[in-house]
């Protein structure tokens, strides 16, 4: 098992441009997540969904749309990149969320992104 | 909105040293996960705490959620060079936050 892949590892985008990064996961988890992360700021959540079809936006979704067509991918869309999207960026799975049950986030490696 | 602050933000150590990070949340949570981060690698999960008061071991790492589930504390017995690393908590209310992170570094 792959566990959690996302494409590409590097990109360099010039302002305005758009790109699309995938996170793809093959352990069946409902939930999936986008975050990204800043030096001194931690990891932010940008979206997340909770199952096929679903999104919801997370602490920081300007700038950003997702889709979840399919339950094993996640897609994180940046329509008109700014300098400010500068960041590496994680794509995180986890089971379906029972009350008190196991919440444990498996991450990809992570997407770092250079808007110049 | 939920307030995270994981205090410290960074720790140098001796090797042998202890070390502490915490959690603080502004409001109660349903549960906490505490996470590793090496350097140039991904968060891992190391533990999840879930009930008022709850200590849990593993190893040298001891986690704490406190009585009124707003605050968590993971504490290194005797850090090894192996600790190196930033520690998050992920906090779970109504929403999903991590905190700062605490990235430790120890000094052989």
């Known amino acids: 098992n792959a566990g959690v892949t996302q494409t590409p590892k590097f990109r360099v985008l010039k302002t305005g441009q758009s790109m699309t990064l995938l996170c793809a996961q093959d352990m069946n988890h409902e939930y999936m997540y986008w975050y990204r992360q800043d030096p001194g700021m931690g990891l932010r959540l940008i979206h997340y969904s909770v199952g096929e079809g679903t999104t919801a936006k997370g602490e920081v979704p300007d700038g950003y749309n997702v889709s979840r067509l399919k339950k094993q991918n996640f897609l994180l869309g940046l329509e008109s990149a700014a300098p400010s999207q500068t960041s590496v960026y994680f794509c995180a799975s986890s089971d379906y969320h029972l009350a008190g049950g196991l919440n444990e986030q498996f991450f990809g490696p992570g997407t770092r992104l250079t808007v110049l | ?108």
């Not at chain 2, 502490?20 to 999840?48: A, D, E, M």
């Not at chain 2, 009124?68 to 690393?85: E, M, P, R, W, Y």
């Open chain 2, 1 to 108: 909105g939920q307030q995270v602050m994981q205090i410290p933000q960074y720790q140098h150590v001796q090797e042998g040293e202890d070390f502490t990070t915490y959690c603080n949340s502004s409001t109660t949570l349903s549960n906490i996960q505490w996470y590793k981060q090496r350097p140039g690698g991904h968060p891992v999960f190391l533990i999840q705490l879930v009930k008022s008061g709850e200590v849990k071991k593993q190893k040298r790492l001891t986690f704490q959620f406190g009585e009124a589930k707003k605050n968590s504390s993971l504490h290194i017995t005797a850090t090894q060079t192996t600790d190196v690393g930033t520690y998050f908590c992920d906090l779970e209310g109504n929403q999903f936050y991590f905190g700062t992170g605490t990235s430790l570094t120890v000094i052989p």
